[in-house]
């Protein structure tokens, strides 16, 4: 196997491992948590503690295809698509509080579609409006639990 074969895979074994260890050190502190004696449904840790365990799995199968296989990954070919996704993705979250979940999420959308190579203008558009639609649907109209809304509006 050429080094440069090996040393990525090693360095994607040891990446897989950190983020094992880090996800399984972040599930143990959930048990520390000092909460009342409500029963484990009702606790305030029983949603990361599933997020947290689904992190775990997903983490495992990770590590044994990185030791498994020995693919070649290519370097990151534009980093300025990188750095302008985590600028808006910044942008967004501080936007949400104040402008709503639905207006800077369908934004957020439009501008990271494209970054992602999604060239299909139709359905851009169409997952922009769709997915925050239904999600505001979904928590605000049926579930009751509201997320942010707009100051233009209480709808969305």
Sequence with gaps: MPPT???LKQESVIVQLLL???AIALYLSTF????T???AAQSPMFFPRIILMLWIVLNIIGLIQ?????????????????LLVIAVTCVYVNLIGSEGFFLPSMVFALICLPLFGIRNGVLIVLFAVAVPGVLVLLFNHMLGMPLPTSRFTHYF
């Design 5 to 7: 074969i090996t040393k």
């Design 66 to 82: 990185s030791v498994r296989h020995s693919n070649v990954t290519n370097p990151i070919a534009s980093w300025w698509r990188i």
């Design 32 to 35: 520390k948590q000092g909460f």
């Design 37 to 39: 004696d409500a029963e």
């Design 20 to 22: 094992l260890i880090t």
